[in-house]
């Protein structure tokens, strides 16, 4: 195929460029008509570069210099964010609700440029869509971008002739994810950032502006208090480019033991436990999964997806172990032909207020709706417990600093009142 630049008129009068890939002039003209556009102008790209009429195109990529294995490293599509695949979701919700056939939509986003989704991948779609395959076997084929979740569900949708709901669904499913995810970072980061900064003074107060003064009480041979006494061993200490190496050495090993560990199969299973049962970032990461939890599995179900191959999906997407191997006992009795609820109760993982709603929802025959009254709950109640964490993080992260400030500014000014005292003494003397 060959690529032509084009410009073209919008019914409103707008002025549009872009780039095809067609066969041929006439094709690119059809193409542009398929569009709803007028076209005005219809040229080759030189060279297989996107020229605009009027204007010279240049495009250097570097990527062909690069051994194969890096070339092929470079131009993988990286996985998207939950945020980016919700933009790129919606955006072709809304062409395909516009009345644009498949093909012209995925040919539409190829040049819309949504963060995070390369142009390729449109393209390959539309390409393997022209050839005769359905958009859910296209997706399937590009893992890294479109994960089981969204691929089943579209395939759901070209099953009950519902494809833009679905994608409307999927796009709101990860808004939504995005929103809670984004909430929960914001909560842990801010309290980091702060220790991390207050931490940084005291080290710079410890290592460049304390020796100044300890320099004045050693050179006076007086007998300085303890608090006093362990400050200077810290400064000795950090400034001591051995005992800084050692420190370093030992974090390298104790990192590369953690990394380990916790690639080992009973090393994931321990610090995922371990996680749950913190005392207040255990609640909300419990909080977080029993949400994520109920919202994919409800998802999936509200939108054809049988239940176990939603289940199976959802323990694909968790993070955290306890619960995958939770998710996946409740499969094996479900294909037995038991409830939801049972194997979930049975698992001593989740919650009984989730359980009793989802045994609501078998009775009542809608255990999609149960599920999404599940994740709303949990969701609430995870902002809520971020708040209330927030404001107690705060006081307590600054009365810690304020401790270590005035621990200090005694141990200096006891050093100087006591070797002020000290020579008052001797000048009496005398």
């Known amino acids: ?47 297989g570069v996107a020229v605009t009429p009027g204007k010279a195109g240049v495009s250097i990529s570097l990527t062909k210099f690069l051994p194969p294995a890096l070339r092929e490293i470079a131009l993988r599509p990286r996985q998207p964010s939950m945020q980016e695949l919700a933009t790129f979701t919606q955006q072709f919700a809304n062409l395909l609700k516009a009345g644009m056939p498949l093909t012209t939509a995925l040919n539409s986003m190829a040049y819309l440029g949504s963060k995070g989704i390369p142009t390729e991948v449109s393209k390959q779609l539309r390409q393997d869509v022209t050839e005769g395959r359905s958009l859910s076997d296209a997706m399937a084929k590009q893992p890294v971008v479109f994960a089981d979740m969204y691929v089943n569900m579209v395939r759901a949708g070209e099953q009950s002739g519902s494809l833009q709901d679905v994608l409307r669904r999927l796009a709101e499913h990860y808004e939504r994810f995005a929103e809670v ?24 107060f410890i290592v460049f502006i304390l020796p100044t003064f300890l320099s004045l009480f050693t050179g006076m041979n007086a007998q300085l208090p303890l608090s006093t006494q362990l400050l200077i061993g810290i400064s000795d200490f950090l400034r001591n480019p051995l005992y800084l190496l050692t420190m370093a050495l030992v974090g390298v090993a104790g990192s590369i033991v953690y990394i380990r560990f916790r690639a080992s199969e009973v090393g994931r299973r321990v610090l995922d436990r371990w996680k749950l049962k913190l005392p207040i970032f255990g609640k909300v990461m419990r909080l977080y999964l029993f949400g994520q939890f109920a919202r994919t599995l409800g998802t999936l179900m509200q939108n054809g997806v049988s239940v ?25 009795a479900v294909t037995d032909g038991k409830t939801l609820a049972q194997p979930l109760a049975r698992s001593q993982v989740f919650p009984q207020l989730m359980i009793d709603l989802i045994r609501i929802g078998e009775e009542t025959g809608d255990v999609p709706g149960a599920l999404r009254n599940v994740a709303e709950t949990y969701e609430n109640d995870l902002n809520i417990t971020l708040r209330v964490m927030m404001n107690l993080i705060e006081p307590v992260m600054i009365i810690g600093i304020a401790l270590v400030v005035v621990f200090l500014l005694m141990s200096v000014l006891q050093a100087m009142f006591m070797i002020t005292s000290s020579i008052g003494e001797s000048f009496g003397r005398r």
Not at 317 to 331: G, S
């Open 308 to 332: 176990l191959t939603a289940l199976k999906i959802t323990e694909q997407v968790l993070p955290n172990v306890v619960l995958k191997e939770a998710i996946a006992k409740t499969r094996e």
């Open 181 to 204: 995810r984004s909430r929960v970072q914001s909560a842990l980061i801010y309290p980091v950032i702060v220790m991390l900064v207050g931490f940084g003074m005291v080290i710079v």
């Open 1 to 47: 195929m060959a690529q032509f630049s084009y410009k073209a008129r919008k019914r409103s009068g707008e002025t549009v460029s872009g780039l095809i890939e067609v066969n041929d002039r006439s094709a690119a003209l059809a193409q542009i008509d398929r569009m709803g556009l007028f076209p005005v102008a219809v040229e080759a790209a030189k060279g």
